[in-house]
């Protein structure tokens, strides 16, 4: 039995590029009706997130599980914030 893959991102806003007009901003936030979701990279280890759910719930996760966070937000009906 094959399971599904999961999308990954493009692209995220903390990413750096020609097209990226929140690359550098410190947080970021997904909204969704009364929910929302803020990113923040780690400030002593670039290499893990900070997020936070309603102000409530503070995980860490790496880079890479922040991006399949992000884009399963996404695909949840969440919009980026300012975007």
Known sequence: MVMPQEKYPASCPWDFGPNQKQSHQSEWTLVNGNEFV?????????NWFNINRNDETFEQFLSYQARLTYQKLLDKGFKLQGD
């Open 38 to 46: 803020k990113f923040s990279k780690n400030q002593n280890d670039q």
